[in-house]
């Protein structure tokens, strides 16, 4: 029998606006539990500025033998790169 409390993924935004990233996982028994327990192990010295917690059993990944299947397509695509883009002057988190 698993004793262990549900597994849950944390992910932290380092500045306002930024990207959210994964930083690893805790164990809670529910979402404040998981936030506070994620707080006190990730953000220990002020590191981010939000915190996402998900519960892993609703984490789908894809695997490594379905790499060419999923990423292939998107090689004769050009026009999704952006080296036809001007950069806006201002422009932030592009």
């Not at 990207?19 to 327990?37: I, K, P, R, Y």
């Not at 192990?41 to 299947?69: C, H, L």
Request: net charge negative; aromatic share 10%; proline share 4%.
């Amino acid at each position: 029998m698993d004793t262990q409390l549900a597994l849950w993924e944390v992910f932290i935004q380092k500045k306002s606006g930024g990207d959210h990233t994964h930083c690893g996982s805790v164990h809670a028994s529910d979402s404040a539990m998981a936030l506070q327990n994620a707080r006190d192990i990730y953000t220990r010295r002020n590191e981010g500025s939000s915190i996402w917690v998900i519960p892993s059993q609703f984490v789908t990944a894809s695997k490594a033998e379905e790499a060419d299947m999923l990423f292939d397509p998107a090689d004769d695509k050009i026009y999704r790169h952006p080296t036809f883009y001007v950069m806006p002057e201002g422009a932030k988190q592009i």
